[in-house]
């Protein structure tokens, strides 16, 4: 059983558009993370959110914590081929301390 | 720029050999992770531990096995590898910031195929 369900699982859109992911669950969270994977590389953290309804901007990046902490999601504007990658969201499940993995949203930003 | 090494990136190996992935920090975590990923799969946590001498299994049962004798050293060793062993490992470690925000720092990894 997938405890973070990511979607779409592919994405694949033209420079300068703008996209959604999200990162779904039954269960409430701690804290949600999302981390860029490229290829060949190790994931790398973009940003940690704690509280239910946070919004958080990293340049064109807008992620979001929804109010009962079990979803979340990422928000890219104007996407540019640099944002290519695997994106995956990561939470602490309330109540226990272990770090889980949703399957990865693989985005493709064409030139 | 986090400061986690993995060796080899790319190993391709025959099966029944006995092999060694190696994974080395200079951050002075305490903390660190293997996970196991497949293509278009979720990360599977294998082995972690906290601190020298500590090592705990993960959530995904593994043939692997691995040590921690120093704090900056963790390496993973499968004894006979298989083919169901062919996967991407990954290397972790981490800064606890609180009770529920952890970050954690990933080597490049491992591609280990298995003939």
């Known amino acids: 059983t997938q405890l973070l369900e990511q979607s779409p699982q592919f994405l694949s859109i033209q420079e300068g558009e703008n996209l959604t992911v999200y990162c779904n669950s039954s269960?409430?969270?701690?804290?949600l993370q999302w981390y860029r994977q490229e290829p060949g590389e190790g994931p790398v953290l973009l940003v940690t959110?704690?509280?239910?309804?946070e919004v958080k901007k990293l340049k064109r990046l807008t992620f979001q914590f929804g109010d009962a902490r079990k979803d979340s999601s990422l928000h890219i504007t104007a996407a540019q081929p640099g944002d290519t990658g695997l994106y995956l969201c990561?939470?602490?499940?309330?109540?226990?301390?272990?770090?889980?993995f949703g399957q990865g949203t693989r985005l493709t930003i064409n030139p | 720029e986090a400061d986690i090494y993995q060796t080899p990136r790319y190993l391709v190996i025959g099966t029944g050999k006995k092999i060694t992935l190696e994974c080395s920090q200079t951050?002075?975590?305490?903390?660190m992770y293997w996970y196991q990923q497949d293509p278009g799969m979720e990360l599977h946590l294998i082995h972690y531990?906290?601190?020298?001498?500590?090592?705990e299994k993960g959530d995904l049962s593994s043939e692997s096995t691995v040590s921690r004798i120093r704090t900056e050293h963790f390496p993973l060793t499968l004894e006979s590898a298989r083919p169901s062993h062919t996967s991407q490992y990954l290397c972790?470690?981490?800064?606890?910031?609180?009770?529920?925000?952890?970050?954690?720092?990933f080597g490049s990894g491992t591609q280990l195929s298995v003939l």
């Open positions: 972790a470690s981490s800064v606890r910031y609180s009770l529920t925000n952890e970050k954690l720092f």
């Open positions: 269960s409430v969270f701690s804290s």
């Open positions: 959110v704690v509280t239910g309804g």
């Open positions: 990561a939470g602490v499940i309330q109540g226990a301390q272990k770090l889980v």
């Open positions: 951050m002075g975590h305490d903390k």
């Open positions: 531990s906290y601190g020298v001498n500590s090592t």
